[in-house]
């Protein structure tokens, strides 16, 4: 998930101010941002900028807020330009990998990943317009 940010935006992980927990959004909070950033914020319940918030990965980009409505234009037609089934693909591959540790079985999984995709019909297509200068079928 891409997230943006206006540069006005201002953060806090508020539920230790409640006597609660950030339980239910804890595990993608801590993917974001790491664990000890997420330590800091879940036990201060500090407010935090935009800027903490792309310094510490919880965000990916600070706009300002004349520029939000562009950048969303911008980053929605990069992803539309994609193949459906490797946009799919990537984000599984993603969540399969990040946290796994680099071993044989990862690299023989990464290896099928990449000759299962190559070799599906959009794979196929892809290739095949890049390699006859016209845009993929996805596209027309």
Known sequence: MWLLSVESAGYCLSEVKLGLIPATISPYVIRAMGARAAHRYFLTAERFSAQEALRIGFVHEVVSADQ???????????LVKNSPNAVKACKKLVQTIAHADISQPLIAKTV?????????????EGVSAFLGKRKPSWLA
């Open 68 to 78: 939000l409505d562009a950048k969303v234009d911008e980053i929605t037609q990069a």
């Open 112 to 124: 099928e990943g990449i000759a299962d995709i190559r070799s599906s019909a959009e794979g196929r």
